[in-house]
């Protein structure tokens, strides 16, 4: 058998042309994976990068909100003396009920409980007075400037008196 030159030449160059192809294809294959690489890389980068900003901004709420909450159990704070200061409340109560017109019949104060950092002491008052006037003197209670809770007030009219009579029982705090 006989090959001729011309032959072996062809051969060889569509041997040639093959490999230069497979390795073209090969590496196309590997610079197109690559650049697929990269674009996943870059996507999830984007994405971390806006939970990252997500996350920063949430922080900066709940700080806002914890300092505003900060604020407020401040505010609470200074509504609670660091003594009873029973003398002060008790001529405030009497000057509150002067104002409103409000005649006070009984005005008590019970023994102090002692809770979680804080000391509690319940006020019994007996009032007299129109509706309004006594309306305006629960109100001014429960504003005062130190915390007044009213725990019960109970209004009653006695022998079609043109007069109301209130029993309120209260408690205030102090640290």
Do not use: W
């Not at 704070?77 to 003594?83: E, S």
């Amino acid at each position: 058998m006989r090959y001729g030159t011309a032959r072996v030449n062809n051969v060889c160059a569509l041997v040639l042309i093959a490999i230069i192809l497979i390795g073209g294809l090969a590496l196309g294959r590997y610079f197109s994976t690559g650049r697929a690489r990269i674009r996943l890389e870059d996507r999830l980068a984007l994405i971390q990068k806006n939970d990252l900003a997500f996350a920063a901004t949430t922080r900066d709420k709940l700080r806002k909100m914890l300092k505003e909450k900060a604020i407020a159990l401040d505010r609470v704070k200074q509504r609670v003396p660091t003594t009873s200061g029973m003398g002060v409340l008790l001529r405030d109560f009497h000057g509150i009920a002067e104002k409103r017109g409000i005649q006070l019949e009984n005005l008590n104060y019970l023994a102090e409980e002692r809770l979680k950092g804080h000391r509690r002491i319940p006020v019994e008052i007996m009032a007299r007075g129109d509706f309004h006037a006594l309306y305006g003197f629960i109100h001014d209670l429960e504003t005062l400037n130190r915390i007044c809770i009213l725990e019960t007030v109970d209004i009653h009219r006695f022998n079609n008196e043109k007069r109301l009579r209130a029993a309120i029982k209260a408690s205030v705090f102090y640290q």
